[in-house]
C-alpha cells in the first residue's frame, strides 16, 4: 500500500467547485528493488464535480526505503587460549513485516582483550546475510554484547636434587611447566619449601608449594603443590685409630729393663 495525495491537473473551471481525491494507492512491488511506481484510484467531489468525467486511475512514480533492522549478537563463554577471538550468533530483535524472510549473520567477533575477567564487552559485524526479503531491509553494521574468559588450567611439577645425608629433610627444587601453557605467554614456575619425606638415607618423595609469576601468569588456573622423588645419599665418615695407651696394674709384674752405656 501506499499514502497518495491529488491535484487536478488539467480542465479545470477556476471558479467550479471540483475537488480531487484518492484512495487504495498501491506499490507495483513490495520490494525495495524493484518498487517504482504508485497506482491509486481517482474520484471528484465538490457541487460542480458532476460536469466533469476524469481518468479512474493515475499513476506516480515512487519508490520503497529500505526498513531499518536490529541486529544483535550472543557471544560464549571461553577459556583463556591467549587470543581476543569470540564466537558469536546473530539474530534479530526488531520486528520483521509480515511473514518476511530475512537472515542475519555476525563475523569478527572479539572480546575487547585477551585476558580473563567475567562479562566482558565483545562486537562483531552484522549483516543481512540471506532470505528473501533481504533487499527490503537495512541493518546496523556492528552489536555488541559480553561474555566471560575463564581461567586455563596450568599444571606445574618440580624437579629435586639429591643430596647427601644432613640430618633434615629440606629439599632443594626447581618448578616447571608441565601443560597447559599457551605458546609465548609470560609465564614462570617457582617452587619453595622443597621437602623430603623422610630425613634418613633412601629414596623419597619430595614436595613443594608451586606457582606462576608473569604478566600473564593471572590468566591460569594451576596447582598448589608439585611431588617427584629424589634420594639421600650415605655421608662419608673417616675414621681412624687412636695411638695406643698403656696402664700397669698392680698385679702385672713390672718390666724388665737392661741399660748399655757406652
Known amino acids: ?23 487504495d494507492g498501491v506499490f507495483n512491488s513490495k520490494d525495495v528493488l524493484t518498487a517504482t511506481t504508485v497506482t491509486a484510484n481517482i474520484s471528484l467531489s465538490g457541487t460542480d464535480a458532476g ?3 476524469f481518468n479512474a486511475q493515475a499513476t506516480a512514480p515512487a519508490v520503497i526505503s529500505p526498513a531499518p533492522l536490529v541486529i544483535e549478537i550472543s557471544a560464549l563463554d571461553k577459556v583463556y587460549d591467549g587470543l581476543e577471538s569470540a564466537a558469536t550468533t546473530a539474530s534479530i530483535s526488531s520486528v520483521l513485516f509480515g511473514s518476511d524472510d530475512v537472515e542475519v549473520s555476525s563475523i569478527n567477533g572479539s572480546f ?28 546496523n553494521p ?19 636434587e ?5 640430618g633434615n629433610s ?12 599457551v605458546p609465548n605467554d609470560d609465564v614462570m614456575a617457582s617452587s619453595t619449601g622443597g621437602v623430603f619425606s623422610d630425613s634418613d638415607v633412601g629414596t623419597w618423595n619430595v614436595s613443594a608449594t608451586v606457582m606462576a609469576l608473569g604478566t600473564d601468569a593471572g590468566n591460569y588456573q594451576t ?10 645419599l650415605q655421608k662419608e665418615v673417616t675414621v681412624s685409630l687412636l695411638d695406643p695407651v698403656y696402664y700397669i696394674k698392680e698385679k702385672d709384674p713390672l718390666p724388665e729393663f737392661n741399660f748399655e752405656y757406652l
Open 223 to 232: 596447582n598448589n603443590t608439585a611431588t617427584t622423588t629424589a634420594s639421600i
Open 1 to 23: 500500500t501506499a499514502v497518495t495525495h491529488t491535484e487536478i491537473l488539467s480542465g479545470h473551471v477556476t471558479a467550479d467547485d471540483v475537488r480531487a481525491s484518492s484512495s
Open 142 to 160: 556492528t552489536a555488541t554484547t559480553t561474555a566471560s574468559i575463564t581461567a586455563k588450567e596450568l599444571v606445574l611439577g618440580i624437579t629435586a
Open 170 to 181: 629440606s629439599a632443594v627444587t626447581e618448578a616447571v611447566v608441565l601443560s597447559g601453557l
Open 162 to 166: 639429591d643430596k647427601v645425608y644432613d
Open 112 to 139: 575487547t582483550d585477551k585476558h580473563v575477567a567475567d562479562n566482558k564487552a565483545v562486537t562483531a559485524d552484522v549483516s543481512i546475510s540471506g532470505g528473501l526479503d533481504a533487499g527490503n531491509y537495512e541493518a
Open 51 to 53: 460536469n466533469y468525467t
